[in-house]
T-cell receptor
Framework: AQKITQTQPGMFVQEKEAVTLDCTYD???????LFWYKQPSSGEMIFLIY??????QNATEGRYSLNFQKARKSANLVISASQLGDSAMYFC?????????????FGAGTRLFVKA | SAVISQKPSRDICQRGTSLTIQCQVD?????MFWYRQQPGQSLTLIAT?????????ESGFVIDKFPISRPNLTFSTLTVSNMSPEDSSIYLC????????????FGPGTRLTVT
């Protein structure tokens, strides 16, 4: 069963506008973590933001904020004031505890195109 | 943060051969992970490699095909054995710094093409 769902294969946004990238997840654990990563065309994975399942406040990191709705099991990424350099692939990920440690699984990704 | 390097950065290999990918971290880390990213796809966890114990493989991945070594807290290798064109992917090493929070860092990846 798919545990991380990103329903938007591609998104377009005008430069300087805000954009929301959707992510829903499925877990029966009480303790888990949610991440967003950016992957530009160079291929590197860049950590953007983290939200713990027990965190009551939405996480923010500069222009990035995570809209965490626990009851809905959603963890949408909001990018404010989009820049051309934001054009990239964005992955939502979830960390789950497992025997001997934990593992992080990734969604299919959303490709963001920022238009000048 | 952690600085992670991988060697080689890319390679083109013939089917039936094997390639060993190295991952070096500038900090001691308890948990290291190997991921595969097939062309146009997301990341799939191959295995978790903890120092001092056998690697734990995810469903669909086996030790004979992807043997992993973890000789110390800063280094790991992943071997892709008896390669076929379906193994053409980016292979990424990832770490979580022990006791330093939640962030998980990734290496630059090894881009493998099998002909």
């Amino acid at each position: 069963a798919q545990k991380i769902t990103q329903t938007q294969p591609g998104m377009f946004v005008q430069e300087k506008e805000a954009v929301t990238l959707d992510c829903t997840y499925d877990t029966s654990d009480q303790s888990y973590g949610l991440f967003w990563y950016k992957q530009p065309s160079s291929g590197e994975m860049i950590f953007l933001i983290y939200q713990g399942s027990y965190d009551e406040q939405n996480a923010t990191e500069g222009r990035y904020s995570l809209n965490f709705q626990k009851a809905r099991k959603s963890a949408n990424l909001v990018i404010s004031a989009s820049q051309l350099g934001d054009s990239a692939m964005y992955f939502c990920a979830m960390r789950e505890e497992k025997t001997g440690g934990f593992k992080t699984i990734f969604g299919a990704g959303t490709r963001l195109f920022v238009k000048a | 943060s952690a600085v992670i390097s991988q060697k080689p950065s890319r390679d083109i290999c013939q089917r039936g051969t094997s390639l060993t990918i190295q991952c070096q971290v500038d900090s001691q880390v308890t948990m290291m992970f190997w991921y595969r990213q097939q062309p146009g796809q997301s990341l799939t966890l191959i295995a978790t490699a903890n120092q001092g114990s056998e690697a734990t493989y995810e469903s669909g991945f086996v030790i004979d095909k992807f043997p992993i070594s973890r000789p110390n807290l800063t280094f790991s290798t992943l071997t892709v054995s008896n390669m076929s064109p379906e193994d053409s992917s980016i292979y990424l090493c990832s770490v979580r710094l022990a006791d330093l929070g939640y962030e998980q860092y990734f290496g630059p990846g090894t881009r493998l093409t099998v002909t």
